[in-house]
């Protein structure tokens, strides 16, 4: 079951996509119950002090920098779905100690085994996750790596939204008593553990290609800086590095940010995951198909900008006026997070895996995960040395108009401790966008051409919003059915055209239309031509 196999039919390829589809699933919902405000409400309520929590944090960034040592292990053994499988099961049987972690009585050892099982969990996913890259990108045709992420991410992330929602039920249980806190964080990490079996055995029946032999024998400094010869593979590199760091300058400090100085309680937080979890779901798939159209560094083009300027509004929330507000503000950055996170994860792992050479994918996936985790894992720890220099500083914004009546503030604006986070974090994101800019992909266009077809197809949505399947059309993503909208409607016009184009005289209308169809199709972005030729189908119809 564990071999290589040296031919996969499409018929096995397909049956290994399904599979991991359940392997995705189950994946994420250990993720909703075992990570993230989870595990920080297990440090907090174990009494851990915020050295113990922020080393928390850290682990599961810096221990990505284990995928570097992988590629010799892949490389030697060649066995990548042994070495994947393998370190999955033993990392997922860290998460029983997470479940036995409450009833420790002495808060440090309690921590100390809450440490030494996060690095066990996270090392060895880490670990696995080199071999688990290498193998999918042989295993997925890269002409199908759009579809087949965006379709993994929206079975993932129903799931995680799913278990994302029982969490929250569970913690605002565990807020009434401290036995009953026990047995419920005991018990979301038992169910982790089931999660991790099934993820387990459905990874175990996906097929492996066998791996070509260019990298055999090579030492694991030469593997690591092989693709630092590549120019447009260290370009991508440098975008990757400077992004991941921008990003986790700020996030990591968004529950502590919510729960410390807006006051608002874990389960908010919990709720406002599954919101961008939600909005992740609404338009995964279609940034897939725009990213397959338009090429991985067209939609990046467009993501990266939004989710800057969301990290960036999240400055302005202790502005907000009142409870009932600011939760709104919230709540509606989170929409814009979680969909334009879904477009920057997707085409920024995409473009990862298309400019790796098919073969010898594992050094370059490593490298770029060895880059990610020191950038990642560093920024937390900057931020936190940070947080005190802050927090003792204040910049204030103020608007005022002097009168004989007296002064009266037009404008104030405060930025103190968190604030100047968020504004780092994001004038750090447009840097990146800088380096983005600097790395070739073919088939990439600008992103104004991107936002065109997303504002002109829902322009159309809503203009031809009349009936039913109009209304249905309009509430969906814009880029989604439009494409799949253009794409049929030109196979079928080329079918009318080719059946009528043997006729001579070839008749007026279907001349006309021919003409109309070379100058639509051969520039998508001639709206004018295309309603021209969708009124005179509705004419003909």
């Given at each position: 079951?564990?071999?290589?196999?040296?031919?996969?039919?499409?018929?096995?390829?397909?049956?290994?996509?399904?599979?991991l589809?359940i392997d995705?699933?189950?994946?994420?919902?250990?993720?909703?119950l075992n990570?993230?405000?989870?595990?920080?409400?297990?440090?907090?309520?174990?009494?851990?002090?915020?050295?113990?929590?922020?080393?928390?944090a850290?682990?599961?960034?810096?221990t990505?920098?284990?995928q570097?040592?992988?590629?010799?292990?892949?490389?030697?053994?060649?066995?990548?779905?042994?070495i994947?499988?393998?370190?999955v099961?033993?990392?997922?049987?860290?998460?029983?100690?997470?479940?036995?972690?409450?009833?420790?009585?002495?808060?440090?050892?309690?921590?100390?085994?809450l440490?030494g099982?996060?690095?066990?969990?996270y090392?060895?996913?880490?670990?696995?996750a080199?071999?688990?890259?290498?193998?999918?990108?042989?295993?997925?045709?890269?002409?199908?790596?759009?579809?087949?992420?965006?379709?993994?991410?929206?079975?993932?992330?129903?799931?995680?939204a799913?278990?994302?929602?029982a969490?929250?039920i569970?913690?605002?249980?565990?807020?009434?008593?401290?036995?009953?806190?026990?047995?419920?964080f005991?018990?979301?990490?038992?169910?982790?553990?089931?999660?991790?079996?099934?993820?387990?055995?459905?990874?175990?029946?996906?097929?492996?290609?066998?791996?070509?032999?260019?990298?055999?024998?090579?030492?694991?400094?030469?593997?690591?800086?092989?693709?630092?010869?590549?120019?447009?593979?260290?370009?991508?590199?440098r975008?990757?590095a400077?992004?991941q760091?921008?990003v986790?300058?700020?996030?990591?400090?968004?529950?502590?940010?919510?729960?410390?100085a807006?006051?608002?309680?874990?389960?908010?937080?919990?709720?406002?995951?599954?919101?961008?979890?939600?909005?992740?779901?609404?338009?995964?798939r279609?940034?897939?198909?725009?990213?397959?159209r338009f090429?991985?560094?067209s939609?990046?083009?467009?993501?990266?900008?939004?989710?800057?300027?969301?990290?960036a509004?999240?400055?302005?929330?202790?502005?907000?006026?009142?409870?009932?507000?600011?939760?709104?503000?919230?709540?509606?950055?989170?929409?814009?997070?979680?969909?334009?996170?879904?477009?920057?994860?997707?085409?920024?792992?995409?473009m990862?895996?298309?400019?790796?050479?098919?073969?010898?994918?594992?050094?370059?996936?490593?490298?770029?995960?060895l880059?990610?985790?020191?950038?990642?894992?560093?920024?937390?720890?900057?931020?936190?040395?940070?947080?005190?220099?802050?927090?003792?500083?204040?910049?204030?914004?103020s608007?005022?108009?002097?009168?004989?009546?007296?002064?009266?503030?037009?404008?104030?604006?405060?930025?103190?401790?968190?604030?100047?986070?968020f504004?780092?974090?994001?004038?750090?994101?447009?840097?990146s966008?800088?380096r983005?800019?600097?790395?070739?992909?073919?088939?990439a266009?600008?992103r104004?051409?991107?936002?065109?077809?997303?504002?002109?197809?829902?322009?159309?949505?809503?203009?031809?919003?009349?009936?039913?399947?109009?209304?249905?059309?309009?509430?969906?993503?814009?880029?989604?059915?439009?494409?799949?909208?253009?794409?049929?409607?030109?196979?079928?016009?080329?079918?009318?055209?080719e059946d009528?184009?043997?006729?001579?005289?070839?008749?007026?209308?279907?001349?006309?239309?021919?003409?109309?169809?070379?100058?639509a199709?051969?520039?998508?972005?001639?709206?004018?031509?295309?309603?021209e030729?969708?009124?005179?189908l509705?004419?003909?119809?």
């Open positions: 079951m564990l071999q290589p196999q040296p031919t996969i039919s499409a018929q096995e390829c397909a049956r290994g996509i399904r599979f589809m995705a699933a189950a994946a994420t919902a250990i993720g909703a990570s993230g405000v989870v595990l920080l409400a297990l440090a907090l309520h174990i009494g851990a002090s915020t050295v113990e929590i922020g080393l928390l850290a682990i599961p960034l810096l990505q920098v284990l570097a040592p992988t590629v010799k292990l892949v490389e030697r053994w060649r066995r990548r779905k042994l994947s499988v393998a370190g099961f033993t990392a997922r049987l860290a998460l029983p100690v997470y479940a036995a972690v409450p009833f420790i009585p002495q808060p440090r050892v309690a921590a100390a085994v440490l099982a996060a690095l066990l969990h090392g060895l996913n880490a670990a696995s080199c071999s688990w890259n290498s193998w999918i990108r042989d295993l997925i045709p890269p002409d199908r790596l759009g579809h087949f992420s965006s379709r993994r991410g929206v079975y993932g992330t129903i799931v995680s799913a278990a994302t929602v969490a929250a569970a913690l605002g249980w565990a807020e009434g008593s401290h036995a009953i806190g026990n047995l419920i005991s018990g979301l990490y038992i169910a982790g553990f089931i999660f991790g079996l099934i993820s387990t055995s459905a990874l175990a029946q996906v097929p492996e290609p066998v791996m070509a032999a260019e990298s055999v024998g090579a030492p694991l400094h030469r593997l690591l800086l092989e693709p630092l010869r590549q120019p447009n593979f260290r370009k991508l590199l975008y990757v400077s992004w760091f921008a986790n300058l700020a996030t990591p400090f968004f529950t502590v940010y919510f729960v410390r807006l006051g608002f309680s874990l389960s908010f937080v919990l709720a406002l995951t599954v919101i961008s979890q939600l909005a992740n779901i609404a338009v995964v279609q940034w897939g198909r725009i990213s397959d090429a991985n560094k939609t990046l083009a467009v993501a990266t900008p939004l989710y800057i300027l969301c990290v509004a999240m400055a302005f929330a202790s502005d907000v006026p009142a409870d009932g507000g600011r939760a709104a503000y919230l709540i509606l950055l989170h929409v814009l997070m979680g969909a334009s996170g879904a477009g920057v994860g997707l085409a920024a792992g995409n990862v895996m298309k400019l790796s050479p098919s073969g010898a994918a594992t050094s370059f996936m490593a490298t770029n995960a880059v990610s985790a020191l950038a990642a894992g560093s920024a937390p720890i900057v931020g936190g040395w940070a947080a005190d220099f802050f927090a003792r500083r204040r910049l204030e914004l608007l005022n108009w002097f009168s004989p009546s007296g002064v009266e503030q037009l404008l104030g604006i405060t930025f103190s401790h968190w604030e100047f986070f504004l780092l974090s994001a004038l750090l994101g447009l840097y966008l800088h983005l800019s600097a790395v070739e992909e073919p088939g266009v600008e104004r051409e991107v936002v065109q077809h997303i504002f002109t197809s829902a322009r159309r949505t809503l203009r031809n919003a009349s009936s039913v399947a109009g209304l249905r059309l309009a509430v969906s993503f814009p880029g989604g059915d439009l494409i799949k909208l253009r794409e049929r409607d030109r196979l079928l016009l080329e079918d009318v055209y009528e184009k043997h006729v001579s005289p070839a008749p007026p209308p279907i001349a006309a239309m021919h003409a109309l169809l070379e100058s199709f051969s520039a998508p972005a001639n709206d004018r031509a295309f309603d030729l969708l009124k005179r509705d004419k003909a119809a």
